[in-house]
């Protein structure tokens, strides 16, 4: 102890209420199956979604983007990894560049 004699010791921090919770491991086919489901389900919206609304390409191209993002996100709680989503974010957009070419003249 460094501290000259009669120095009161330092105030000791809080304590730490953080809880880091333990991911756990996710299968590959359980990762398919999250992209899967996303992909199919914003192909089956989109055609509905991009013709009954007034939302241009880009607002419409956001909504499919948040719809599979919601997907996936559900798929990484309920298996409790947020990496889940890590490899979506390649997939994403070359379905998202699909889309777009197929809605142009």
Avoid: E, Q
């Amino acid at each position: 102890d460094f501290r000259a004699p009669g120095c009161p010791s330092p105030p000791r921090p809080p304590p730490c209420h953080y809880h880091r919770m333990a991911s756990t491991i996710v299968s590959a086919t359980t990762c398919r199956a999250a992209y899967a489901v996303a992909l199919i389900s914003i192909t089956a919206v989109a055609p509905t979604l991009a013709s009954a609304t007034s939302l241009g390409p880009l607002s419409t191209g956001l909504a499919l983007d948040a719809i599979a993002t919601a997907i996936v996100y559900a798929f990484s709680v309920a298996s409790n990894n947020s990496s889940v989503y890590d490899p979506f974010w390649c997939i994403l957009p070359l379905w998202l560049r699909f889309f777009f070419k197929s809605l142009a003249p």
